[in-house]
C-alpha cells in the first residue's frame, strides 16, 4: 500500500478520535489537571504493553543524545494540552476544534525556524484559506 494513502487513512482515523473524545472532554467537566492526569493515565497503561513487547525501549539507550528533545516536546505537548482543555471553558467544542487548523501553521513555522525548512506557495495559499475559513466560521 503507498506511503501517502497509510499516512492518510491513520491522520483520518486520528482525527475520528479526537473528533470523538474531545467533546466527551468537555461532557466530563474535570478541572484541567485532573482531566490529563485521567488521560496519560489511561494512555499510559494502554501503551505500555506494546512499548514492551516491539522493544521499542531499545531505541531509547541508542538515541541518548536526543532524550533531551522528547522532554521539550513532552513539555511543549502539556502546555499545549493544559490550554486546549481550559479553552473548553470558554469556547464551545465545534470552536475549540477549529483551531487545530491552524497547528499546520505553527508547525510550519517552528520547522522554519528550528529545522530549516522554506515555506512554499502551495503552503501560503493554503494558510490564507484556512484563516479564511476560520474568519467566516466565527462571524
Known amino acids: 500500500m503507498d506511503k501517502t494513502l497509510i499516512g492518510i487513512l491513520l491522520m483520518t482515523s486520528s482525527m475520528i478520535f479526537y473528533g470523538i473524545g474531545n467533546p466527551i472532554l468537555?461532557?466530563?467537566?474535570?478541572?484541567?489537571?485532573?482531566?490529563?492526569?485521567i488521560q496519560i493515565a489511561v494512555l499510559w497503561l494502554s501503551i505500555l504493553p506494546f512499548f514492551i513487547?516491539?522493544?521499542s525501549y531499545l531505541t531509547l539507550a541508542s538515541n541518548k543524545n536526543n532524550i533531551y528533545l522528547l522532554v521539550i516536546a513532552g513539555l511543549t505537548n502539556a502546555a499545549g494540552f493544559y490550554l486546549f482543555i481550559r479553552s473548553f471553558s470558554y469556547l464551545p467544542a465545534w470552536q475549540v476544534n477549529m483551531f487545530?487548523?491552524?497547528?499546520?501553521?505553527?508547525s510550519a513555522i517552528a520547522g522554519f525556524f528550528i529545522l530549516g525548512e522554506a515555506f512554499t506557495f502551495?503552503?501560503?495559499?493554503?494558510?490564507?484559506?484556512?484563516f479564511l475559513g476560520l474568519f467566516i466560521a466565527f462571524r
Do not use: E, M, Q, R
Open 26 to 37: 468537555k461532557k466530563a467537566g474535570f478541572n484541567p489537571f485532573a482531566t490529563i492526569f
Open 53 to 55: 513487547f516491539t522493544k
Open 100 to 106: 487545530w487548523v491552524l497547528l499546520p501553521l505553527f
Open 122 to 130: 502551495k503552503f501560503l495559499i493554503g494558510l490564507l484559506l484556512t
